[in-house]
């Protein structure tokens, strides 16, 4: 990941989100203060964000070990999404 300084960021802003978006390539900027931010494609936000809400439901879990245990003991069955994710499609 690419580190940078916000006073870089200011005078290549262009270069920078394009290299962001086009190649998916996160950007880490530190901030005058030491702060820092990291900036990514809205497509990876996105993957984030729904890996995140899978992961934080107990249903969707479940649904990913038993998917792993049958695929583990090679009696990979298909097992109905839990109703939430099946909604989201």
Request: a negative charge; glycine letters at 2%.
């Amino acid at each position: 990941m690419e580190h940078i300084t916000d006073t870089e960021l200011q005078r290549k802003v262009c270069h920078y989100l394009n290299g962001v978006t086009d190649r998916r390539k996160p950007l880490t900027v530190t901030a005058e203060n030491g702060d820092e931010v990291v900036i990514i494609s809205e497509a990876d936000y996105r993957n984030l964000r729904a890996n995140q809400l899978v992961l934080c439901d107990p249903a969707h879990q479940a649904w990913i070990q038993e998917s792993m245990r049958q695929v583990r003991e090679l009696d990979a069955q298909q097992t109905p999404l839990p109703r939430a994710l099946d909604e989201a499609k």
